[in-house]
């Protein structure tokens, strides 16, 4: 199986993608990954979706959005991150965008003064640190070696610090069976009540939404679409019926995107 993951390795999304596969490739970036799933070079992809202390990561949604692929399960696993580097002294602290945001209260508390430098990974930020001993990374303990040492374990937020990955496929992989579903949808127009009415059609079913997002469309400012999963297979007969009501109530130039139904993995 080709699958491809946010690279180098080390990544927490190299970790998911190492209990399904010996051989992983990796993109820098999730819109990579996601295009080249959709345009069908690999047979699966692995992406975050959402964190519990930071919620969604927004070049995914985009990503989603921009190229259609199916998603295949939900992988949520803990978030453990440590503080590594070669020695207790240095200046810049570095790593993944969110793993940073993670860990905001234990570097303001312990380092207010030093630079926090961005990377495309936590793979990246460790990489960093090995290279220079200026440099700390947040990032998995067990990234530590030879060469770095764990200056502090579990530094996020919160101990219950967790984040949901989408396993990805190509389009035509998509499934219909499944203990939850994702959709988009783009109403493509703007007035009072629209989302009242577009969250009612789930109410009357007795879907649970397990997640709903509003992203701007890109169009123009203002214009949004709505990611929305909720508790159930897209084949069951009260989901078609949703469907069917959603689209008596968008525009006619808006659209629904279904991108599959799937089952949750929880990995410890």
């Known amino acids: 199986m080709r ?7 080390g990544t927490y999304c190299h970790r998911v993608a190492l209990s399904m596969s010996e051989t992983v490739s990796f993109h820098n970036s999730v819109t990579a990954i996601v295009k080249d799933v959709s345009e069908g070079k690999f047979d699966r992809g692995i992406i975050p979706i959402e964190n519990s202390i930071e919620g969604s990561v927004t070049e995914s949604l985009s990503s989603i959005v921009a190229y259609d692929i199916a998603i295949l399960q939900e992988v949520v696993i ?3 991150h440590a503080l590594l580097a070669q020695s207790k002294t240095f200046d810049t ?3 993944h965008p969110q793993a940073i945001a993670q860990c905001r209260s234990f570097i303001s508390s312990n380092y207010p ?6 990377t495309t990974s936590t793979a990246s930020g460790i990489s960093q640190a090995i290279e220079s ?3 700390a990374a947040i990032g998995h303990p067990e990234s530590s070696n030879g060469k770095l040492k764990i200056i502090a374990k579990n530094i996020q937020d919160q101990s219950s610090n967790s984040t949901r990955f989408f396993v990805i496929a190509p389009p035509t992989r998509r499934q219909q069976k499944g203990t939850k ?5 783009y109403p493509h127009s703007d007035y009072s009540g629209l989302l009242l009415e577009i969250l009612q059609t789930f109410s009357d079913k007795n879907l649970n939404l397990t997640r709903i ?5 890109g169009n123009k400012l203002g214009d949004y679409l709505f990611h929305i999963d909720f508790e159930a297979a897209y084949d069951d007969p009260a989901v078609k019926h949703v469907i069917s009501q ?3 109530i968008i525009d006619s130039d808006g659209w629904i995107r279904f991108l599959g139904s799937y089952d949750v993995c929880y990995k410890q």
């Open 213 to 217: 997002e509003s992203r701007p469309s």
């Open 3 to 9: 699958l491809i993951t946010l690279g180098p390795a």
């Open 78 to 80: 803990p978030i453990k």
């Open 246 to 248: 959603l689209e008596g």
């Open 93 to 95: 602290i570095t790593s």
């Open 181 to 185: 579903t994702s959709v988009i949808i």
């Open 113 to 118: 003064g030093l630079h926090l430098e961005p």
């Open 133 to 135: 001993p200026s440099v």
